[in-house]
């Protein structure tokens, strides 16, 4: 085939001892399933920097789903190849694996409007009831990956403390896709900004 599907919350990174799944589909040139059974018998999952016992199931024909949990902390890598080392998809992927956290989703991302910058923000009032948007929000910058699990751990001790306002997370570009995706997973707004120069 010459197009493949990857998917699943491997792709996300996770946490430590965390099970995760991974989904790959074969597709042909219009974009449709098809089993591809003799590309799928070549399929090999490499996970660095640590090799991760995992199970390789064919769920149904042309569907192969790989679980696992993690068992390293920091950046992971997932090659997916066939025939060898021919690279599937995007592979290979870059994911963010943390620490476990005593920290659970509650509820959606937050959609919040945020007053125009020379905004007077003494002016700041919460929301009358828990659907209607602040006029303010927390604000926390991050600047690398290193820190993701301390922007993580605020924003919980924000949802523990019933704190009246979001908290909004500004990034810079040497945040990987990965911490983005746990942070926006976690409820945060995101808002991509420039480095500034020391």
């Known amino acids: 085939p010459s197009l493949w599907e990857v998917s699943g919350s491997a792709l996300l ?9 991974l989904i790959i589909q074969p597709r042909d040139e219009e ?5 591809a059974l003799d590309d799928i018998r070549t399929l090999s999952v490499v996970i ?17 789903v ?5 068992r390293i902390v920091g950046e992971a ?9 021919t690279p599937i998809a995007d592979s290979p992927y870059h ?13 959606s991302p937050l959609l919040v409007p945020l007053a125009p910058v020379g905004t007077n923000t003494s002016a700041c ?21 290193a820190f993701c699990t301390g922007v993580l751990t605020m924003h919980y001790s924000l949802r523990l403390t019933n704190a009246s306002f979001p908290l909004l997370c500004l ?11 746990l942070i926006a997973h976690a409820g945060m707004v995101l808002m991509e900004v420039e480095t500034i120069p020391n």
């Open 125 to 145: 009032t919460a929301p009358s009831s828990s659907t209607a948007p602040a006029s303010c929000a927390f604000a926390t910058i991050l600047t690398n990956d």
């Open 95 to 107: 994911v963010l694996v943390q620490e476990k956290l005593a920290t659970a989703i509650l509820g």
């Open 48 to 64: 660095e920097p640590q090799q991760i016992d995992q199970r390789m199931e064919m769920v149904e024909e042309g569907v192969i």
């Open 77 to 85: 890598s997932i090659s997916i190849n066939i025939h060898g080392e």
């Open 31 to 35: 974009g449709n399933y098809i089993a």
């Open 13 to 21: 990174g996770g946490s430590l001892g965390g099970q995760v799944e």
């Open 171 to 181: 990034v810079t570009e040497k945040v990987s896709c990965a911490c983005k995706d």
């Open 66 to 70: 790989l679980w696992f949990s993690w």
